[in-house]
């Protein structure tokens, strides 16, 4: 069963438009949850992270939207720029278990110009 | 500074084959984990380590896959008796306690024929 679910596998984006990603997860004892961006040939790399004691955090262009009732998250780009075109991975864990992160699928961002 | 390594690179193994992956992880990281990433997937867990011990063992598929980290630093993951299913990206990620961002190496592309 997958415990987080990224329903979109691909997106598009015009430059300097906003990029939604969206993450859905079913297990209630995840309480942190991270973005990761990986481009081919590289590990993914950390972007952003959320607490679930909090609603929204915000880096530069990126901020990270968590609703606990509908057990959603959503990452914002904006604004898009090619650079940002890779992988992007939401992941979810426990800080009881201190240990692993469950990866949702990925979506393709890829930024046009 | 150095961020994780891992080697090799690139493995191609015959199918029954032992094979080890190492990995090196950022230097002061006493956290250190194992993931496999298939095609089309988001990285899956399969051991968590604590300084020299797994604490989490949980996401090892079968008896077949064992990981060592003798002196809580370099950790070895071994598979023996490789399968064709064993086929896989092996990400190793390192962090600074058992809680929050964990770092990525670029990986093992591992290919069992």
């Known amino acids: 069963d997958q415990q987080v679910k990224q329903n979109s596998p691909s997106l598009s984006v015009q430059e300097g438009r906003i990029s939604i990603l969206n993450c859905d997860y079913t297990?209630?004892?995840?309480?942190?949850f991270l973005w990761y961006k990986k481009y081919p040939a590289e590990g993914p790399t950390f972007l952003i992270s959320i607490s679930s004691i909090k609603d929204k955090n915000e880096d530069g262009r990126f901020t990270v939207f968590l609703n606990k009732s509908a057990k959603h998250l959503s990452l914002h780009i904006v604004p898009s720029q090619p650079g940002d075109s890779a992988v992007y991975f939401c992941a979810a864990g426990n800080t009881g278990t201190a240990s692993k992160l469950t990866f949702g699928t990925g979506t393709r961002l890829q930024v046009t110009l | 500074g150095a961020g994780v390594s891992q080697t090799p690179s690139n493995k191609v193994t015959e199918k029954g084959k032992y094979v080890e992956l190492r990995c090196d992880p950022i230097s002061g990281h006493t956290a250190l984990y194992w993931y496999r990433q298939s095609l089309g997937q988001g990285p899956e867990f399969l051991i968590y380590?604590?300084?020299?011990?797994?604490?989490?063992d949980s996401g090892l598929p079968n008896d077949r896959f064992f990981a060592v980290r003798p002196e809580g630093s370099v950790s070895t993951l071994k598979i023996q008796r490789t399968e064709r299913g064993d086929s896989a990206v092996y990400l190793c990620?390192?962090?600074?306690?058992?809680?929050?961002?964990?770092?990525f190496g670029p990986g093992t592309r591992l290919t069992v024929l």
């Open positions: 297990n209630s004892m995840f309480d942190y």
């Open positions: 380590f604590q300084g020299t011990g797994a604490a989490d």
């Open positions: 990620a390192s962090g600074p306690a058992g809680v929050g961002e964990q770092f």
